[in-house]
């Protein structure tokens, strides 16, 4: 199966909600956080009102017709927030789609998009224990930024 990355379309913008509750790392063993934990203000920022300011960009990858996957920045003071200037980014796959590279093509993409507008950095922010995303945002050129103990918010240089 292949995949193809595109922009998000304004009628798609819902299913961020839906990739940002994928996009909470969830320890092996435990349960996965209740729903509502998407309505707190620390996890509307990624969402609420996305696509009217300048800096939103979002893209999706898609397979077979369906969108498996959403990656997407705005300037927000998030988890992954340095400051005013640099956005932060959130991707998520399908559980069925992990694995596959398509994280690494898709990330790579707003990465490429993102440059492409002119922004100077993008951040980020990761559990420590989530390792498989932490070595992929490394081989992409992150950097951990501040070290909080359980989770990096980690930066990579686009200029």
Known sequence: MQVCVRELRREEIPLLREFLYLSIFVPEGQPPLPREILDTPEFQVYVRNFGKEPHDCALVAEAEGQVVGAAWARIMEDYGHLDEHTPSLA???????RGQGWGEQLLQSLLELLQARGESGVSLSVQRENRRA???YRKLGFAVAVDKGEEYVMRKELR
């Open 91 to 97: 991707i998520a796959l399908l559980p069925s789609c």
């Open 134 to 136: 932490v070595n992929l």
